[in-house]
């Protein structure tokens, strides 16, 4: 089992950058890929994450609302995955979950992780942009 905390949430103004961590403990992440969800003021949480990345060999995906914008990296010795949120919009703002997934098929993260075949969940990081 592996628990996972995110940090580095906060307000920023629009046009500035953020970047979230997901530091792992109880396991390393080479058993898991490893993605981002996000949750908007008043909404569900999106059922597709809008990144994801493979730690075996780096391997990412990013949803169209946030490509050449966001990137997503890891640090095996931290066991910690990062999001570096760059020229963030108003409609960027959400609390931003982790999560990790067991499923081979997500490997290499050709495609985004789908809610429902998470393993395990952040507690989440609180996004604000605003000006």
């Known amino acids: 089992e592996v628990q996972l905390a995110e940090s580095g949430g906060g307000l920023v103004q629009p046009g500035g950058s953020l970047r979230l961590s997901c530091a792992a403990s109880g396991d390393t992440f080479d058993s898991y890929t490893i993605g981002w969800f996000r949750q908007g003021p008043g909404m569900t949480r999106e059922g597709k994450s809008i990144?994801?990345?493979?730690?075996?060999?780096?391997?990412?995906y990013y949803a169209d609302s946030v490509k050449g914008r966001f990137n997503v990296s890891y640090d095996n010795a931290k066991n910690t995955v990062y999001l570096q949120m760059n020229s963030l919009k108003p409609e960027d703002t959400a609390v931003y979950y982790c999560?990790?997934?067991?499923?081979?098929?997500?490997?290499?993260?050709?495609?985004?992780?789908?809610?429902?075949?998470?393993?395990?969940w952040g507690s989440g990081a609180l996004v604000t942009v605003s000006s």
């Open positions: 990144s994801c990345i493979d730690s075996s060999d780096g391997r990412t």
């Open positions: 999560a990790a997934t067991r499923k081979n098929y997500y490997r290499l993260c050709t495609l985004p992780l789908d809610y429902d075949d998470i393993n395990y």
